[in-house]
């Protein structure tokens, strides 16, 4: 299952006031990427019903020299061109789409595989198959006066992310500390770029989120734990 159950992003702004993010290198149409064989020809085959138009572009340059090496190499800027348009045609909106985009290039960039292109034919299954709302609409709402509650509208996390982020700055900022509860969503995705962003804003930032019990703990043979990441920034 996708699907996560109550999310959390904390954020508290640093009592001195500097930048200390340091940018990574972003893709200017020369960076490539690598990633396994098998797992690369296994994602586009899987996006094939969706975005086939999109494979002829010569952006992915996929050599046929690589068929039978260990790597498979695309310009990193292919990534989210590919990703945006598979999640177009498999239901979502261009807001949900670039989203979702973004967050899977971002992971892609930074060497993370599992929350890169790997996870696009589990995305486009769960819009055509109608678990997630890809015209999901985020409603944000100032339940205390540092708590803003993030209603997702039933679709995948980084559009809700997205939508909450300036906002949710400006209220730490204002109150000294914050919460911001995302529900109603599924899958979070990569986190830390959630957090990068509002240590650019000169924020301490920490997200969390939970998730059904699914790991026994040692010894045992029923699941009990959840897999709880964290991310953090400043």
């Known amino acids: 299952s996708s699907e996560t159950v109550g999310p959390y992003a ?16 972003e893709a200017k149409g020369i960076a490539d990427f690598q990633i396994s064989h098998l797992r690369a020809f296994a994602v586009l085959r899987s996006l094939t019903s969706y975005s086939q138009p999109i494979l ?3 952006i992915f340059r ?15 800027s292919a990534v989210k061109t590919l990703a945006l348009a598979a999640l177009l045609n498999a239901g ?36 055509k198959n109608g678990k997630v709302n890809g015209e999901a609409e985020p409603r ?16 995948y996390t980084p559009l809700a992310l997205e939508a909450m982020t300036s906002d949710f700055a ?13 529900t109603n969503t599924f899958h979070f995705a990569a986190m830390w770029p959630e957090v990068e ?24 043979t029923k699941p009990l734990f959840g897999t709880n990441p964290l991310a953090f920034a400043w």
């Open 56 to 58: 002829r572009d010569p």
């Open 62 to 76: 996929i050599r046929p020299s690589a068929m039978s090496s260990d790597t498979v190499h695309l310009e990193l």
């Open 197 to 220: 962003e509002l240590a650019k804003r000169g924020l301490c930032a920490i997200a969390c989120t939970s998730y059904k019990p699914c790991i026994p703990p040692a010894g045992g």
């Open 170 to 182: 400006e209220l730490t900022k204002s109150q000294g500390v914050a919460v911001a509860a995302i």
């Open 140 to 155: 944000l709402e100032r339940t205390a006066p540092s708590v803003l509650w993030v209603d997702g509208d039933g679709g």
């Open 92 to 127: 979502c909106n261009k807001g949900n789409a670039t989203a979702i985009a973004k967050t899977v290039w971002k992971a892609e960039r930074d060497g993370c595989s599992s929350h890169g292109l790997f996870r696009i034919p589990g995305y486009c299954r769960s819009l």
């Open 10 to 25: 904390l954020a508290s702004r640093m009592l001195v006031t500097c930048h200390c993010h340091i940018p990574r290198s």
